[in-house]
Protein backbone atom coordinates (compact mmCIF):
# COMPACT_ATOMS: atom_id res chain seq x y z
CA UNK A 1 0.00 0.00 0.00
CA UNK A 2 2.73 2.33 0.88
CA UNK A 3 4.45 1.85 -2.86
CA UNK A 4 0.79 2.56 -4.09
CA UNK A 5 0.59 5.55 -2.37
CA UNK A 6 3.91 7.23 -3.25
CA UNK A 7 3.29 6.25 -6.85
CA UNK A 8 0.37 7.69 -7.11
CA UNK A 9 1.78 11.13 -5.39
CA UNK A 10 5.10 10.91 -7.71
CA UNK A 11 3.24 9.74 -11.15
CA UNK A 12 -0.03 10.05 -11.45
CA UNK A 13 -1.57 13.82 -12.36
CA UNK A 14 -4.09 13.76 -9.62
CA UNK A 15 -6.30 17.23 -8.47
CA UNK A 16 -4.95 18.70 -5.34
CA UNK A 17 -7.73 17.05 -3.43
CA UNK A 18 -7.16 13.57 -4.28
CA UNK A 19 -3.37 14.17 -3.29
CA UNK A 20 -4.64 14.88 0.14
CA UNK A 21 -6.30 11.79 0.38
CA UNK A 22 -3.67 9.59 -1.00
CA UNK A 23 -1.20 11.50 1.46
CA UNK A 24 -3.25 10.87 4.09
CA UNK A 25 -3.66 6.96 3.37
CA UNK A 26 0.20 6.95 3.23
CA UNK A 27 0.68 8.07 6.47
CA UNK A 28 -1.75 5.60 7.85
CA UNK A 29 -0.01 3.10 6.56
CA UNK A 30 3.17 3.32 7.77
CA UNK A 31 1.24 4.02 11.15
CA UNK A 32 -0.58 0.58 10.39
CA UNK A 33 3.16 -1.03 9.20
CA UNK A 34 4.77 -0.11 12.21
CA UNK A 35 1.53 -0.24 14.49
CA UNK A 36 1.21 2.91 16.24
CA UNK A 37 -2.26 3.71 16.98
CA UNK A 38 -3.60 0.92 14.70
CA UNK A 39 -6.65 0.88 15.62
CA UNK A 40 -7.43 4.49 14.53
CA UNK A 41 -5.85 4.30 11.85
CA UNK A 42 -6.27 1.04 10.04
CA UNK A 43 -9.85 1.93 9.82
CA UNK A 44 -9.25 5.50 8.31
CA UNK A 45 -6.84 3.58 5.94
CA UNK A 46 -9.45 1.30 5.04
CA UNK A 47 -12.05 4.33 4.40
CA UNK A 48 -10.04 6.87 2.58
CA UNK A 49 -8.63 3.92 0.12
CA UNK A 50 -12.28 3.46 -1.00
CA UNK A 51 -12.55 7.39 -2.10
CA UNK A 52 -9.43 7.05 -3.41
CA UNK A 53 -10.31 4.26 -6.23
CA UNK A 54 -13.36 1.88 -6.47
CA UNK A 55 -12.37 -1.76 -7.61
CA UNK A 56 -11.50 -5.16 -6.59
CA UNK A 57 -8.44 -3.99 -4.54
CA UNK A 58 -10.51 -1.60 -2.79
CA UNK A 59 -13.03 -4.15 -1.50
CA UNK A 60 -9.94 -6.52 -0.52
CA UNK A 61 -8.23 -4.06 1.63
CA UNK A 62 -11.85 -3.62 3.16
CA UNK A 63 -12.12 -6.93 3.51
CA UNK A 64 -8.95 -7.74 5.02
CA UNK A 65 -8.68 -4.38 7.21
CA UNK A 66 -12.30 -5.54 8.83
CA UNK A 67 -10.28 -9.32 9.80
CA UNK A 68 -7.30 -7.46 10.99
CA UNK A 69 -9.25 -4.88 13.19
CA UNK A 70 -12.27 -7.72 14.80
CA UNK A 71 -9.21 -10.17 15.43
CA UNK A 72 -7.07 -7.19 17.55
CA UNK A 73 -4.00 -7.85 15.21
CA UNK A 74 -2.55 -4.55 17.01
CA UNK A 75 -2.04 -6.80 19.74
CA UNK A 76 0.91 -9.21 18.75
CA UNK A 77 4.01 -7.63 16.43
CA UNK A 78 3.43 -4.00 16.68
CA UNK A 79 4.70 -1.25 18.54
CA UNK A 80 1.19 -0.54 19.84
CA UNK A 81 2.21 -4.02 21.84
CA UNK A 82 5.32 -2.82 23.55
CA UNK A 83 3.63 0.81 24.38
CA UNK A 84 0.97 -0.94 26.36
CA UNK A 85 3.28 -2.63 28.53
CA UNK A 86 4.80 0.78 29.16
CA UNK A 87 1.86 3.39 29.42
CA UNK A 88 -0.90 3.35 31.47
CA UNK A 89 -2.92 5.80 29.16
CA UNK A 90 -1.91 3.83 25.91
CA UNK A 91 -3.14 0.49 28.32
CA UNK A 92 -6.36 2.09 28.32
CA UNK A 93 -6.88 2.77 24.73
CA UNK A 94 -5.52 -0.66 23.59
CA UNK A 95 -7.94 -2.45 25.86
CA UNK A 96 -10.70 -0.23 25.16
CA UNK A 97 -10.03 -1.05 21.14
CA UNK A 98 -9.56 -4.89 22.14
CA UNK A 99 -13.83 -4.63 23.48
CA UNK A 100 -14.31 -4.93 20.13
CA UNK A 101 -13.35 -8.18 19.09
CA UNK A 102 -14.69 -11.96 18.04
CA UNK A 103 -13.75 -15.84 18.26
CA UNK A 104 -10.81 -16.13 15.67
CA UNK A 105 -13.00 -19.21 13.92
CA UNK A 106 -16.02 -16.60 12.71
CA UNK A 107 -14.05 -13.82 12.05
CA UNK A 108 -12.20 -15.73 9.15
CA UNK A 109 -15.78 -17.28 7.98
CA UNK A 110 -16.75 -13.96 7.94
CA UNK A 111 -13.63 -12.70 5.90
CA UNK A 112 -14.11 -15.99 3.25
CA UNK A 113 -17.64 -15.59 3.07
CA UNK A 114 -17.14 -11.34 2.20
CA UNK A 115 -14.33 -12.54 -0.29
CA UNK A 116 -16.60 -14.83 -1.61
CA UNK A 117 -19.40 -12.39 -2.15
CA UNK A 118 -16.71 -10.41 -4.05
CA UNK A 119 -15.82 -13.52 -6.27
CA UNK A 120 -19.16 -14.33 -7.25
CA UNK A 121 -19.79 -10.78 -8.39
CA UNK A 122 -16.63 -10.80 -10.60
CA UNK A 123 -17.93 -14.10 -12.05
CA UNK A 124 -21.26 -12.44 -12.97
CA UNK A 125 -18.97 -9.69 -15.37
CA UNK A 126 -16.86 -12.95 -16.27
CA UNK A 127 -19.58 -14.95 -17.80
CA UNK A 128 -21.15 -12.17 -19.85
CA UNK A 129 -17.69 -11.82 -21.33
CA UNK A 130 -16.90 -14.67 -24.63
CA UNK A 131 -13.57 -14.81 -23.95
CA UNK A 132 -14.08 -16.20 -20.82
CA UNK A 133 -16.98 -18.74 -22.19
CA UNK A 134 -15.09 -19.77 -24.78
CA UNK A 135 -12.02 -20.32 -22.62
CA UNK A 136 -9.87 -17.76 -24.68
CA UNK A 137 -9.42 -14.87 -22.16
CA UNK A 138 -6.45 -16.28 -20.34
CA UNK A 139 -4.53 -17.02 -23.95
CA UNK A 140 -5.50 -13.37 -24.83
CA UNK A 141 -4.03 -11.89 -21.24
CA UNK A 142 -0.90 -13.47 -21.32
CA UNK A 143 -0.10 -12.32 -25.45
CA UNK A 144 -0.84 -8.95 -24.44
CA UNK A 145 2.42 -6.58 -23.71
CA UNK A 146 0.15 -4.10 -21.69
CA UNK A 147 -1.09 -7.09 -19.37
CA UNK A 148 1.92 -9.67 -19.46
CA UNK A 149 5.99 -8.45 -19.02
CA UNK A 150 6.68 -11.60 -20.78
CA UNK A 151 4.07 -11.75 -23.86
CA UNK A 152 7.35 -12.26 -25.98
CA UNK A 153 7.29 -16.28 -24.75
CA UNK A 154 3.60 -16.61 -24.45
CA UNK A 155 3.80 -15.60 -28.59
CA UNK A 156 6.40 -18.72 -28.91
CA UNK A 157 3.99 -21.21 -27.30
CA UNK A 158 2.10 -23.41 -29.71
CA UNK A 159 -1.25 -21.67 -29.66
CA UNK A 160 -3.93 -25.13 -29.50
CA UNK A 161 -1.34 -26.02 -26.25
CA UNK A 162 -1.79 -22.51 -24.68
CA UNK A 163 -5.70 -22.77 -25.18
CA UNK A 164 -5.75 -25.87 -23.68
CA UNK A 165 -4.03 -24.17 -20.62
CA UNK A 166 -6.44 -21.28 -20.74
CA UNK A 167 -9.59 -23.42 -20.84
CA UNK A 168 -8.36 -25.73 -17.72
CA UNK A 169 -7.28 -22.37 -15.85
CA UNK A 170 -10.09 -20.44 -16.35
CA UNK A 171 -12.76 -23.57 -15.73
CA UNK A 172 -10.74 -24.66 -13.16
CA UNK A 173 -11.14 -20.58 -11.67
CA UNK A 174 -15.02 -21.15 -11.68
CA UNK A 175 -15.32 -24.08 -10.11
CA UNK A 176 -12.99 -22.48 -7.32
CA UNK A 177 -14.52 -18.93 -6.86
CA UNK A 178 -17.99 -21.06 -7.09
CA UNK A 179 -17.94 -24.02 -4.95
CA UNK A 180 -14.69 -24.47 -3.48
CA UNK A 181 -14.42 -21.78 -1.18
CA UNK A 182 -18.13 -21.69 1.27
CA UNK A 183 -16.88 -25.63 2.18
CA UNK A 184 -13.90 -24.45 4.53
CA UNK A 185 -14.90 -26.94 6.89
CA UNK A 186 -14.13 -29.72 5.02
CA UNK A 187 -9.61 -30.71 4.78
CA UNK A 188 -9.39 -31.83 2.04
CA UNK A 189 -11.40 -29.71 0.30
CA UNK A 190 -9.93 -26.18 2.53
CA UNK A 191 -6.38 -27.68 1.43
CA UNK A 192 -7.27 -27.74 -2.68
CA UNK A 193 -8.70 -24.27 -1.91
CA UNK A 194 -5.84 -22.76 -0.18
CA UNK A 195 -3.26 -24.30 -2.56
CA UNK A 196 -5.26 -23.15 -6.12
CA UNK A 197 -5.54 -19.89 -4.41
CA UNK A 198 -2.07 -19.68 -3.44
CA UNK A 199 -0.98 -20.60 -7.13
CA UNK A 200 -3.36 -18.00 -8.41
CA UNK A 201 -2.38 -15.18 -6.80
CA UNK A 202 1.08 -15.99 -7.67
CA UNK A 203 0.70 -16.04 -10.82
CA UNK A 204 -0.93 -13.02 -11.45
CA UNK A 205 2.00 -11.42 -9.51
CA UNK A 206 4.10 -12.52 -11.81
CA UNK A 207 2.09 -12.76 -15.45
CA UNK A 208 -0.34 -10.09 -14.94
CA UNK A 209 0.12 -6.46 -14.34
CA UNK A 210 -2.92 -5.96 -12.01
CA UNK A 211 -1.00 -2.92 -10.19
CA UNK A 212 -1.18 -3.88 -6.25
CA UNK A 213 -3.95 -6.47 -6.31
CA UNK A 214 -2.64 -9.92 -6.15
CA UNK A 215 -0.15 -8.58 -2.88
CA UNK A 216 -3.48 -8.05 -1.38
CA UNK A 217 -5.23 -11.09 -2.18
CA UNK A 218 -2.27 -13.04 -1.24
CA UNK A 219 -1.93 -10.96 2.28
CA UNK A 220 -5.45 -12.14 3.08
CA UNK A 221 -5.43 -15.75 2.22
CA UNK A 222 -2.60 -16.42 4.64
CA UNK A 223 -4.12 -14.70 7.25
CA UNK A 224 -7.35 -16.50 6.61
CA UNK A 225 -5.82 -19.93 5.84
CA UNK A 226 -2.18 -19.68 7.63
CA UNK A 227 -2.59 -16.91 10.62
CA UNK A 228 -0.19 -18.93 12.59
CA UNK A 229 2.64 -18.39 9.91
Known amino acids: MIHRYLDLIYASPFPNEQIVKVCVALFSSLLVLIGVFTPVFLPVLAFINSFISVNLACQLVLITSLVIFLGNGWSYYSL ?79 TNFLLVLSKLSLYGMAIWELFLWPIPGVKLIRQITFVWGILFFLSSIFFINLSYLPYIELLFWVLIYRPDM
Do not use: M
Not at 84 to 100: L, P, V
Open 80 to 158: DNIFTKNSSIYQSFIYFSNSITFNINIIRTLGIYLWGGVCISALSFHFKDPSWINGTAVLTLLRTPYLNDYYEYFNQLN
